[in-house]
């Protein structure tokens, strides 16, 4: 695995969104789109260390 802060993230996510007051049409939009998010911010974080 190329990433494993990615995936770590996507787990932690996944898991907050399912135990959490999200309603079960919105949960797969949730985990997908907030992802992306993360993912993006922590490429933006590495870069700006970088």
Do not use: D, H, Y
Request: charged share 15%; aromatic share 6%; with cysteine.
């Amino acid at each position: 695995m190329q990433k494993p802060l990615w995936g770590a993230s996507g787990i932690a996510l996944a898991l907050a969104v399912n135990l959490g007051p999200v309603p079960t049409s919105l949960k797969a939009f949730c985990c997908i789109f907030g992802l992306v998010i993360i993912c993006l911010l922590l490429e933006k974080l590495k870069k700006t260390k970088a």
